[in-house]
């Protein structure tokens, strides 16, 4: 499966932003997809999954704020992040494991075999 994102940019602190990941490929209602982050000079760090079952996984910094979710129409999965913090300014990366499983380990980026190129979202303060 190919993904990209798509949907950042620069806004204020409180302020809301809706990324989006397409995905070509076949199959996808039975892919995990999450979402990752990678600020400057920091390691990339795991967002929010959700599970081919629609279980929802987020990280504590953003739980209550961002909300993951997909439409297998589509074949497209979604972040929806509001209350945006300047500590949430990253490149945010869209990765899927391989189809039909959920990585033990939702955080450690080798359970993830495909990565799509990020987008950058930036947040004044």
């Known amino acids: 499966v190919q993904l990209q994102a798509s949907g950042g940019g620069l806004v204020r602190a409180g302020g809301s932003l809706r990324l989006s990941c397409a995905a070509s490929?076949?199959?996808?209602?039975?892919?995990?997809l999450a979402w990752f982050r990678q600020a400057p000079g920091m390691e990339r760090e795991f967002v929010a999954a959700?599970?081919?079952?629609?279980?929802?996984y987020y990280a504590d910094s953003v739980k209550g704020r961002f909300t993951i979710s997909r439409d297998n129409a589509k074949n497209t999965v979604y972040l929806q992040m509001n209350s945006l913090k300047p500590e949430d300014t990253a490149v945010y990366y869209c990765?899927?494991?391989?189809?039909?499983?959920?990585?033990?380990?939702?955080?450690?980026?080798?359970?993830?075999?495909?990565w799509g190129r990020g987008t950058l979202v930036t947040v004044s303060s």
């Open positions: 959700i599970s081919w079952s629609d279980n929802t």
């Open positions: 990765a899927a494991p391989l189809i039909g499983t959920l990585p033990s380990n939702l955080s450690n980026l080798k359970g993830y075999a495909y």
């Open positions: 490929g076949r199959k996808f209602s039975m892919y995990t």
